[in-house]
């Protein structure tokens, strides 16, 4: 059965320091891979999807990247992290237009 | 992927059902209707999908209108476990399926 892996589940960073929450997928090959962000109480907001390695569409501008060196490995990074990046960030797969979630990472920038 | 429109917030009393609206009127032939629902703090969770067809399944039926440009899906009996933000979304379900959107879904609050 297919599994997706995301960790960790909570972080707190200071402002302007690195980021990289990574995401890996089990059971399936080529997968559609998804990264969203989640502010509190707001809607899921699309940030970056990959449909295949080294392939990145971005959705918003924004101060983070996204990097796909793997088929079942995806990469959330920011150089220097903001105040406004803190929020909750989930990495989803799909395929066939059904789509699986991990379990998030709770990111707090202080 | 099309837009979709749902209510904020609802609510409803425990053992009763839930029924929650979405709007997808400029719909495509080969796209479906899913919805997922996010129980605070964890990821969204599949429950049901559907193209023109009435679908039900353990957690959830789905009624898609015949010009398919609104869907209901119905908690048959809800309990205080299903309150959650319900989401609506509309995509094909075959081929390099892309962008995966979410709107703001609707919070449904199930009360005793």
């Known amino acids: 059965s297919q599994t997706i892996h995301q960790w960790p589940a909570t972080l707190v960073q200071p402002v302007g320091s690195p980021l990289s929450l990574e995401c890996t997928v089990e059971g399936t090959s080529n997968p559609n891979l998804y990264w969203y962000r989640q502010a509190a109480g707001r809607g899921l907001q699309l940030l970056f999807y990959s449909v295949g390695i080294g392939q990145i569409s971005s959705e918003v501008p924004q101060n983070l990247s996204a990097s796909r060196p793997q088929d079942r490995q995806f990469i959330l990074s920011s150089k220097k992290l903001l105040l406004s990046d803190s929020g909750f960030y989930l990495c989803a797969w799909a395929e066939q237009g059904e789509a699986f979630f991990g379990q998030g990472t709770r990111l707090t920038v202080v | 992927d099309a837009k979709t429109t749902q209510p904020p917030s609802m609510d409803c009393a425990e053992g009763r059902a839930a029924n929650l609206p979405c709007n997808h009127s400029?719909?495509?032939?080969?796209?479906?209707v899913y919805w997922y629902r996010q129980i605070h703090s964890q990821g969204p969770q599949y429950i049901i999908h559907g193209l023109k067809n009435n679908e039900t399944n353990e957690m959830a039926s789905l009624i898609i209108t015949e010009d398919r440009k609104s869907s209901t899906l119905i908690l048959p009996h809800a309990t205080l476990r299903d309150t959650a933000v319900y989401y609506c979304i509309v995509r094909v379900s075959t081929g390099t399926a892309s962008k995966l959107t979410f709107g703001t879904g609707t919070r449904l609050q199930v009360t005793l």
């Open positions: 400029t719909i495509s032939g080969n796209e479906y």
